[in-house]
């Protein structure tokens, strides 16, 4: 059987612990240890079918995927659903796992406003260091004396 190619399993880490960021992330192109590669689905063969699907993902706390969408079509549904289907059973990390600053930034404002998950000073503090540790304006901001929201 032919595998996916390392470019048709691109995945968008968009996501952050059981709730959409609206920052922009790296686009995670090698496959979480906990994934088996996709296989490439015989009827896609046959009819010659190559592209790329680009695959976003709403993961739980525990990395688990809550719901994955096709951000961008491989123009076959054949190989999108067959990517969506495969990486959907992965336990992946979120953006701000990953360590994107924005996406770090973005966790912390959830943590402190206690929107999606519950309100939590503390690991909103944590968030926003991390974020501020990279250079994250918005969090070095929000980690000034009186700024959260607690």
Not at 36 to 48: G, H, S, T
Not at 50 to 61: A, E, N
Not at 82 to 100: F, I, M, N, T
Not at 104 to 113: A, K
Request: overall charge positive.
């Amino acid at each position: 059987m032919l595998r996916f190619s390392k470019r048709l399993l691109t995945i968008a880490a968009l996501s952050c612990a059981a709730m959409p960021c609206f920052a922009s992330a790296p686009a995670q192109t090698e496959l979480p240890a906990s994934c088996k590669p996709p296989e490439y689905p015989l009827n896609a063969v046959k009819r010659a079918e190559t592209g790329i699907s680009k695959l976003g993902f709403l993961l739980r706390p525990d990395g688990t995927v809550a719901r994955s969408v096709v951000v961008n079509s491989s123009r076959s549904a054949t190989l999108d659903n067959a990517a969506r289907d495969a990486l959907s059973e992965c336990v992946l990390q979120s953006a701000a796992e990953l360590g994107h600053a924005a996406a770090q930034f973005d966790v912390g404002v959830r943590y402190e406003r206690g929107n999606g998950v519950p309100a939590d000073p503390e690991e909103a503090l944590r968030w926003y260091r991390k974020s501020a540790a990279q250079g994250d304006l918005f969090a070095t901001q929000r980690l000034a004396p009186g700024r959260l929201w607690y």
